[in-house]
């Protein structure tokens, strides 16, 4: 009734034009709330952009201190994004500068040069440092994110101070067949479409089959990924992934993974490193975290796992105060050691 009123006095005053500004108020709103904020934000927060090498590339940048690098998951996608961290940027934030890019070709980072592989998603990180003036983090990597962890860690052992893995079927030893276990939870393996139904209800359910709590599934989280998607960036990502370049970034990062892994059996992974697993993941499953701590902690006794019960792939999500408590708490004590 007062929005009303208010319009009814402004219309004696203004006229007809005031009809033309409350037409382009209510048809931005709407828009407004499908991106889940300007420019793909959630949680509260909102991105950055910066020119990486030629690459308009989208970012978190929470609080101040110690440079906290925070690598999201997934293959590239439009969808796939720093959103993920969104829970989390916040708690951390109040004790580390809190930086979350949105890798090469995912979310609104742009792709130029057409480069779909997990080599060049490694230059884009080590660019993306590099143009922020940043020379020291604590990286902490989420699923095929944290392969990108893992290899700047093994890399670049003079700019990781600590890492941290989290739910990595990618970077983790092989076991068991990986396809049948998503299979069974009614999800694809690698880049591209991953089952049927719409864009978003892939996502979604994709979601909802690999968390225990699905609470954090939220149509602003939904709704910001279409909007990513729906950019000239995300399509260009999108139609990539329906091409032999998506078999070529499997078998490309698979090499990858399998050369880190060779490397930390050698024992060149020298620094503090926390693996964050969620017990009840069904697709990296808890066995092969456990694998992957066996081989790290066989040469580094400062290496430390945290398994979370009724937790999946997304647990920092899931529990994200419990995450940032614990991951906070890891970055003090391994700071104290150095």
Excluded at 237 to 260: H, N, R, S, V
Aim: contains cysteine; hydrophobic residues 40%.
């Amino acid at each position: 009734m007062r929005l009303y009123s208010a319009v009814k006095k402004s219309w004696m005053t203004h006229g007809p034009g005031l009809i033309v500004g409350l037409l382009i108020l209510f048809s931005v709103a709407p828009a407004l709330a499908q991106s889940g904020g300007p420019a793909g934000a959630v949680d509260g927060q909102t991105p950055k952009f910066i020119d990486v090498d030629g690459a308009r590339t989208r970012y978190y940048d929470v609080g101040q201190g110690d440079v906290v690098l925070l690598i999201h998951g997934a293959r590239p996608s439009g969808r796939s994004s720093a959103n993920a961290w969104g829970p989390v940027l916040g708690e951390l934030g109040k004790h580390f500068r809190v930086l979350a890019p949105d890798r090469l070709g995912h979310g609104m980072t742009e792709n130029p040069k057409g480069e779909y592989s997990a080599a060049a998603e490694m230059n884009h990180l080590y660019a993306f440092l590099k143009a922020l003036h940043v020379d020291k983090v604590y990286a902490v990597g989420q699923s095929t994110g944290s392969y990108h962890a893992a290899r700047m860690a093994l890399e670049h052992p003079d700019i990781v101070r600590a890492l941290v893995l989290c739910d990595s079927a990618t970077l983790s030893p092989p076991m068991g067949d990986v396809r049948a276990r998503r299979a069974a939870i009614g999800l694809g393996t690698g880049a591209g479409p991953q089952s049927a139904g719409t864009p978003r209800d892939q996502a979604r359910k994709a979601m909802i089959a690999l968390s225990v709590n699905k609470g954090h599934i939220t149509d602003e989280f939904l709704d910001a990924a279409e909007f990513m998607a729906s950019q000239p960036g995300g399509k260009k990502t999108d139609a990539a992934m329906k091409t032999e370049a998506a078999k070529a970034y499997e078998k490309g990062i698979a090499a990858g993974a399998a050369e880190l892994r060779d490397w930390i059996k050698q024992g060149r992974l020298q620094m503090p490193t926390l693996l964050y697993w969620g017990k009840n993941d069904p697709s990296a499953i808890l066995p092969i975290g456990l694998a992957l701590f066996d081989m790290i902690s066989e040469h580094d006794k400062r290496a430390e796992m945290i398994i979370v019960n009724d937790a999946g792939h997304f647990h920092f999500r899931e529990h994200p105060k419990d995450f940032a408590g614990n991951v906070t708490q890891f970055l003090t004590r391994a700071a104290e050691t150095q």
